[in-house]
């Protein structure tokens, strides 16, 4: 059985930072390739970060380029996302998604598996 924890969320004063981690078990995590997502209330699930099999190649979302950094630990079967200069509009529930295929996607239908969601709350 394939699982994706998240952990990390809260709330956080806008300006700060959070280390949102992603464990995965039930599947060969290196095989797989990762993305970060999130939804705000009301809105669409939204792409934030991808990243490749090994960890060579990353993409982030333009609006939270420079502040965002996804990576990956193969040796551990998790992906991170080290949130920087946190804004009130990144508040959210982010989820983690592990995609078969190689390339990059950009949308939620294109991942296999998914986590539950960890809450961040950025206030102003």
């Known amino acids: 059985q394939v699982q994706l924890v998240e952990s990390g969320g809260g709330l956080v004063q806008a300006g700060g930072s959070l280390r949102l981690s992603c464990t995965t078990s039930?599947?060969?995590?290196?095989?797989?390739?990762m993305g970060w997502f999130r939804q705000a209330p009301g809105k669409a699930r939204e792409f934030v970060a991808f990243?490749?099999?090994?960890?060579?190649?990353?993409t982030t979302k333009d609006s939270v380029k420079g502040r965002f950094t996804i990576s990956r630990d193969n040796a551990k079967n998790s992906v991170y996302l080290q949130m920087n200069s946190l804004k009130p509009e990144d508040t959210a529930v982010y989820f983690c998604?592990?995609?078969?295929?190689?390339?990059?996607?950009?949308?939620?239908?294109?991942?296999?598996?998914w986590g539950q969601g960890t809450q961040v709350t950025v206030s102003s």
């Open positions: 990243i490749t099999r090994s960890g060579g190649s990353t």
């Open positions: 998604a592990a995609r078969r295929d190689s390339w990059l996607g950009y949308s939620q239908y294109e991942y296999d598996y």
């Open positions: 039930g599947l060969t995590f290196s095989s797989y390739a």
